[in-house]
């Protein structure tokens, strides 16, 4: 249990960072799978989409809680798929 006033606080702020961070990185796993749902079903103007979409949510990570060598490592890996998918279309 905290006694302090400034530790209160900060334990208050982590709490609300947390939470925050846990949604963000939630919004990055969704986009991601329903970009590979996309991959699967061949669409590809909605795997495009996903896809941009997972790329903008990876690179505002890349600022917060992600190293910016692991976002662009799954990106780069999201685009080989893409590629793989779609490479004769």
């Not at 702020?13 to 749902?37: A, P, V």
């Not at 992600?66 to 490592?73: F, G, H, M, P, T």
């Amino acid at each position: 249990m905290v006694i302090k006033k400034s530790a209160k606080k900060e334990l208050r702020k982590n709490l609300k960072r947390r939470l925050l961070n846990l949604d963000r990185k939630k919004k990055i796993k969704i986009s991601i799978k329903n970009f590979l749902k996309a991959l699967k079903e061949k669409n590809k103007e909605k795997a495009e989409e996903y896809l941009k979409l997972a790329f903008k949510n990876l690179d505002k990570a890349a600022k917060r809680f992600y190293k910016k060598n692991k976002a662009n490592r799954i990106k780069s890996r999201l685009s080989k798929k893409f590629n793989l998918v779609f490479a004769n279309q």
